[in-house]
């Protein structure tokens, strides 16, 4: 899929227009300050910069169940919680067999291995986007 994305809302337009039904493979990820971190990056931290993403929690969902950037919001915000605000989320989809639409139990494994690789600093197989819905790019 070559993608022109300038908002979540196009990722879902694009994934919804598939010939094969897709399941979106979300991760919530936070920025936190490794505990060895040198006083020149607690500084940066401090102002803004640095720190390591790291994955707070996932989700599935057939392209169809979500309507949009902020039903993902609003539904996010219902069960994260209070003390835990999550920066970006890295998306990637997943296309069914047959023209069948993928289940929770096939995205498991997926999902499972996305979650590992953003917390190994690995993002090349996902989009992340900002609390905003936009894209976020790496470089």
């Known amino acids: 899929m070559n993608l022109s ?4 809302d196009d990722l879902l337009r ?4 598939q010939t094969d039904p897709q399941r979106l493979l ?17 500084a940066g931290f401090a102002a803004g910069r640095g720190g390591a993403l790291v994955p707070m929690m996932c989700v599935d969902k057939g392209a169809h169940e979500l309507e949009s950037f902020a039903m993902l919001l609003s539904e996010a915000a219902s069960v994260s ?5 999550w920066v970006m989320v890295f998306v990637a989809a997943m296309s069914g067999p047959g ?6 139990e096939d995205a498991h494994a997926p ?4 979650t590992e690789s953003i917390r190994a600093g ?3 197989q ?6 905003s819905g936009t894209p976020v790019q790496f470089g």
Do not use: W
Not at 5 to 8: D, K, Q, R
Not at 99 to 104: A, E, F, K, L, N
Not at 111 to 114: D, F, K
């Open 5 to 8: 994305l300038s908002h979540f």
């Open 26 to 42: 979300l991760v919530f990820a936070s920025v936190e300050l490794p505990d060895d971190a040198t006083p020149a990056q607690r």
């Open 99 to 104: 023209g069948r639409v993928p289940t929770s």
């Open 14 to 17: 694009a994934a919804r227009s």
């Open 81 to 85: 919680a209070p003390d835990q605000e």
């Open 122 to 124: 690995v993002f090349g």
């Open 126 to 131: 996902s989009i992340a986007f900002d609390r």
């Open 111 to 114: 999902l499972q291995r996305m």
